[in-house]
């Protein structure tokens, strides 16, 4: 089974920006979507942005549209997740995931997560 480690998260003033790195071993992405969710206590866990296989479909949340853009590296096998424009509103412990499809479908293999804190 891939494991995941999440990474890049931390504490960031409104209006900064963060890199998020997903590093994943035991096999290849390169067949999978991947997402990045995130979480707050008391939450469910939401989707923050998903990238298809070949990196040629992605797709956001409504919140996150145009301050964050997923990427991908199949080769380095790896997942980024950049974060501009933050708000206090995207505090959340962030988490990737592989789904065998694009279009639906939730992780059920996660990492630790990072923990992304947005404050003055």
């Known amino acids: 089974q891939v494991q995941f480690v999440e990474s890049g998260g931390g504490l960031v003033q409104p209006g900064g920006s963060l890199r998020l790195s997903c590093a994943a071993s035991?096999?290849?992405?390169?067949?999978?979507?991947m997402s990045w969710y995130r979480q707050v206590p008391g939450k469910e866990r939401e989707l923050v942005a998903r990238?298809?296989?070949?990196?040629?479909?992605?797709k956001y949340a409504d919140s996150v549209k145009g301050r964050f853009t997923i990427s991908r590296e199949n080769a380095k096998k790896t997942v980024t997740l950049q974060m501009n424009s933050l708000t206090s509103e995207d505090t959340a412990v962030y988490y990737c995931?592989?789904?065998?499809?694009?279009?639906?479908?939730?992780?059920?293999?996660w990492g630790r997560g990072t923990q992304v804190t947005v404050s003055s």
């Open positions: 990238i298809s296989g070949s990196g040629t479909l992605t």
């Open positions: 035991g096999g290849s992405i390169s067949t999978y979507a």
């Open positions: 995931g592989a789904t065998p499809t694009y279009y639906s479908g939730t992780p059920d293999n």
